[in-house]
């Protein structure tokens, strides 16, 4: 899920920068330390490697080598992390299938013969990739998959590989907020090297996000090279300095930040970062419930008077800002870096396009630009719009807008980023923050379609029907009651991504057939509103609170009369859907924890049956519905 995607992408603000080197050998297993004819008794990092390899966290270069002197790569690094972790791989490696009765074929292409069948909801583990064709298992069978129909339930960065042997480790540490990317936009970097100054915060972080806590055991010191060491990890080495997991250089007292860290080396701290911690099971996080990851409670927790009134409508309207919401897809703003450098546009509907302004939030025509498609340029601080024979077909210096003719609702596909996702709607365009060369892109659409292009991404396509129309008017409630003077000044309202709700329109392949369930929740829905006195209210949400939500106050500083804090005894009967006890921990360890959490809710359908208004008057209380005005 997304939603947890995003607070944990929060949580992970410190962004790792990552050295990249090529690196082609891949772990091979061996039984144990004595199998290596590269690792004797008198070495110095003889105990770590046993400590390492006994313990099932590092595999040996070949079934006789070690190779202690060789560098860590990424994928390498996080193999040995998540498996320090207790993580099933192949776990974050899930896709639930959006179409009915699809094919697993034998090879990637629908000339290949049918292996199977998988009906609609059906989970498959990815192992590979071919062009547009999953590598898939289920039930023991194994083949390919049309990516069409497949929806991971997992975010993989863009260069993870799900046949690789870090695949799933990978994933794992995206979505636990271990890493966040090399730099690059949604980037892994699986053959980059691993620095010492790397690995000192992506074990700091893990401490973090898991709860651990670092012991102090050495006087802390300064580096003679101090200076070298990044500004976003110089915290991160001296809490591992004083936890004894690093030191300096024997004879120079150097740390040497920007220096490879090798196998023998990040064998030596993993062994010292157990001992600093107390070991390698994370704490449960503070005020979570210890449940058995068994069979659902039998008693309904309605029996022990924990459940609030279930929300009722109002006969009154709210009123609304507006009903057209501008969302800033690619943009350039004082903190946030994600302009495009071009775009390209076509209407799905084979049909033109017309350039011209915003008025308020409506288009206003001033000329045709053909058929398209089109492609959007930028230099300096003036865009250009060149037609499909390499025409300029517009210029412009100042925001304008593109908007798609010919059909009553046509959907552009835009290409940018390296990205491609159809939308609804029209496009205005303004040359980026600071004129770097680069193009602010804002997407006008309508509130409930809006709604439709968050609801796949925070909130998947398969779950319950009671949840996600609780889901459909929490991400339209969100909208409406986020601080939209944020970004006024760049042109837009709304943000895609961490700091509001993450929107990709009608995705990559624009097929409504792909999201038949979350768009029957907004359309269920359309127009209601959770508000609070008459107001909108700021419906947050989160993966999970580890049994206890927390409130408003607690979590953000802040005090709301609608979000408070309470023991959730739902979630302990979902622990086993999340993934098991681990699984869960982490996620309740990274989620803010604040309003509604969406495995509760999700417990609150399938367990006991509970309908959207008592999920919404138990993570909510005291608020209504209204119709919009």
């Given at each position: 899920?997304?939603?947890?995607?995003?607070?944990r992408?929060?949580?992970?603000?410190?962004?790792?920068?990552?050295?990249l080197?090529?690196?082609?050998?891949?772990?091979?297993?061996a039984?144990?330390?004595?199998?290596?004819?590269?690792?004797?008794?008198?070495d110095?990092?003889?105990d770590a490697?046993?400590?390492?390899v006994?313990?099932?966290l590092?595999?040996?270069?070949?079934?006789t080598?070690?190779?202690?002197?060789?560098?860590?790569?990424?994928?390498?690094?996080?193999?040995?992390?998540?498996r320090y972790?207790?993580?099933?791989e192949?776990s974050?490696?899930?896709?639930?299938?959006t179409?009915?009765?699809?094919?697993i074929?034998?090879g990637p292409?629908?000339?290949?013969?049918?292996?199977?069948?998988?009906p609609?909801?059906?989970s498959?583990?990815?192992?590979?990739k071919?062009g547009?064709?999953?590598?898939?298992?289920?039930?023991?069978?194994?083949?390919?998959?049309s990516?069409?129909?497949?929806?991971?339930?997992?975010?993989?960065?863009s260069?993870?590989?799900?046949?690789?042997y870090?695949?799933?480790?990978?994933?794992?540490?995206?979505?636990?907020?271990?890493?966040t990317g090399?730099?690059?936009?949604d980037?892994?970097?699986?053959?980059?090297?691993?620095?010492?100054?790397?690995?000192?915060?992506?074990?700091?972080?893990?401490?973090?996000?898991?709860?651990?806590?670092?012991?102090?055991?050495?006087?802390?010191?300064?580096f003679?090279?101090?200076?070298?060491?990044?500004?976003?990890?110089?915290?991160?080495?001296?809490?591992?300095?004083?936890?004894?997991?690093?030191?300096?250089?024997?004879?120079?007292?150097?740390?040497?930040?920007?220096g490879?860290a090798?196998?023998?080396?990040?064998?030596?701290?993993?062994?010292?970062?157990?001992?600093?911690?107390?070991?390698?099971?994370?704490?449960a996080?503070?005020?979570?419930?210890s449940?058995?990851?068994s069979?659902?409670?039998?008693?309904?927790?309605?029996?022990?008077?924990?459940?609030?009134?279930?929300?009722?409508?109002r006969?009154?309207?709210?009123?609304?800002?507006?009903?057209?919401?501008?969302?800033?897809?690619?943009?350039?703003?004082?903190g946030?870096?994600?302009?495009?450098?071009?775009?390209?546009?076509?209407?799905e509907?084979?049909?033109?396009?017309?350039?011209?302004?915003?008025?308020g939030?409506?288009f206003?025509?001033?000329?045709?630009?053909?058929?398209?498609?089109l492609?959007?340029?930028?230099?300096g601080?003036?865009?250009?719009?060149?037609?499909?024979?390499?025409?300029?077909?517009?210029?412009?210096?100042?925001?304008?807008?593109?908007?798609?003719?010919?059909?009553?609702?046509?959907?552009?596909?835009?290409?940018?980023?390296?990205?491609?996702?159809?939308?609804?709607?029209?496009?205005?365009?303004?040359?980026?923050?600071?004129?770097?060369?680069?193009?602010?892109i804002?997407n006008?659409?309508?509130?409930e379609?809006?709604?439709?292009?968050?609801?796949?991404?925070?909130?998947g396509t398969?779950?319950p029907?009671?949840?996600?129309k609780?889901?459909?008017?929490?991400?339209r409630?969100?909208?409406?009651?986020?601080?939209?003077?944020?970004?006024?000044?760049?042109?837009?309202?709304?943000?895609?991504g961490?700091?509001?709700?993450t929107?990709h329109g009608?995705?990559t392949?624009g097929?409504?057939?792909?999201?038949?369930?979350?768009?029957?929740?907004?359309?269920?829905?359309?127009?209601?509103?959770?508000?609070?006195?008459g107001?909108?209210?700021?419906?947050c949400y989160?993966?999970?609170n580890?049994?206890?939500?927390?409130?408003?106050?607690d979590?953000?500083?802040?005090?709301?009369?609608?979000l408070?804090?309470?023991?959730?005894?739902?979630?302990?009967?979902?622990?086993?859907?999340?993934?098991?006890?681990?699984?869960?921990?982490?996620?309740a360890?990274?989620?803010?924890?604040v309003?509604l959490?969406?495995?509760?809710?999700?417990a609150?359908?399938?367990?006991?049956?509970k309908?959207?208004q008592?999920?919404?008057?138990?993570?909510?209380?005291?608020?209504?519905?209204?119709?919009?005005?």
């Amino acid at each position: 899920m997304t939603m947890g995607k995003r607070v944990r992408r929060a949580l992970s603000a410190l962004v790792l920068l990552i050295i990249l080197f090529p690196w082609t050998a891949l772990p091979a297993a061996a039984a144990s330390v004595g199998d290596f004819t590269d690792v004797s008794g008198s070495d110095w990092f003889y105990d770590a490697v046993k400590y390492a390899v006994d313990g099932r966290l590092f595999d040996g270069t070949s079934s006789t080598t070690f190779s202690p002197n060789d560098v860590m790569t990424r994928g390498m690094f996080i193999k040995v992390l998540g498996r320090y972790a207790g993580v099933n791989e192949a776990s974050w490696r899930t896709a639930t299938v959006t179409g009915s009765g699809v094919n697993i074929r034998k090879g990637p292409g629908t000339s290949y013969e049918t292996a199977a069948s998988v009906p609609q909801g059906g989970s498959v583990t990815l192992t590979g990739k071919s062009g547009g064709w999953y590598k898939v298992s289920y039930g023991g069978v194994d083949g390919y998959m049309s990516e069409q129909y497949i929806r991971p339930d997992h975010h993989a960065f863009s260069d993870v590989d799900y046949g690789q042997y870090y695949a799933g480790y990978a994933i794992w540490a995206y979505e636990s907020g271990v890493v966040t990317g090399d730099g690059s936009a949604d980037r892994f970097s699986p053959d980059g090297v691993v620095t010492r100054e790397q690995v000192c915060a992506l074990l700091d972080r893990y401490a973090s996000v898991t709860g651990l806590s670092v012991a102090k055991t050495e006087s802390a010191v300064t580096f003679p090279d101090d200076g070298s060491i990044s500004s976003w990890a110089k915290n991160d080495v001296y809490v591992m300095q004083q936890a004894g997991v690093v030191k300096g250089h024997a004879e120079t007292g150097r740390f040497e930040p920007a220096g490879s860290a090798t196998r023998a080396e990040v064998a030596t701290m993993f062994q010292r970062f157990e001992s600093a911690t107390g070991g390698q099971t994370p704490p449960a996080p503070s005020g979570s419930p210890s449940p058995s990851p068994s069979a659902p409670p039998s008693k309904d927790p309605d029996e022990l008077g924990v459940v609030d009134a279930p929300v009722s409508f109002r006969s009154d309207k709210v009123q609304l800002r507006a009903r057209t919401i501008r969302v800033g897809i690619y943009v350039e703003t004082s903190g946030t870096h994600t302009g495009a450098t071009k775009a390209v546009l076509a209407n799905e509907t084979g049909s033109g396009f017309e350039v011209g302004s915003m008025s308020g939030r409506t288009f206003t025509a001033s000329g045709s630009l053909g058929a398209g498609p089109l492609t959007v340029t930028a230099s300096g601080g003036t865009l250009s719009v060149t037609n499909a024979a390499g025409e300029v077909v517009y210029t412009s210096s100042s925001p304008f807008a593109i908007h798609a003719v010919g059909a009553d609702k046509p959907l552009t596909r835009l290409d940018a980023n390296n990205d491609s996702y159809c939308y609804y709607g029209d496009f205005e365009f303004r040359p980026a923050y600071g004129n770097g060369g680069k193009i602010t892109i804002v997407n006008y659409v309508g509130l409930e379609d809006y709604v439709k292009g968050v609801m796949p991404w925070e909130f998947g396509t398969w779950w319950p029907s009671e949840v996600m129309k609780v889901a459909a008017i929490a991400c339209r409630s969100f909208a409406l009651s986020y601080d939209w003077s944020t970004y006024s000044s760049f042109g837009f309202d709304l943000l895609n991504g961490i700091n509001a709700q993450t929107y990709h329109g009608r995705g990559t392949s624009g097929r409504d057939s792909d999201y038949t369930v979350p768009d029957a929740a907004v359309d269920a829905t359309e127009n209601v509103f959770l508000t609070y006195d008459g107001s909108v209210c700021i419906a947050c949400y989160s993966s999970c609170n580890g049994g206890k939500v927390l409130s408003a106050k607690d979590g953000f500083g802040v005090s709301y009369p609608y979000l408070l804090g309470k023991d959730d005894p739902y979630e302990q009967a979902a622990i086993q859907d999340v993934g098991g006890q681990s699984t869960y921990k982490y996620m309740a360890s990274i989620s803010h924890r604040v309003g509604l959490s969406a495995w509760g809710a999700y417990a609150m359908d399938k367990y006991y049956h509970k309908d959207y208004q008592t999920i919404l008057g138990f993570y909510f209380p005291g608020t209504s519905l209204q119709y919009g005005a």
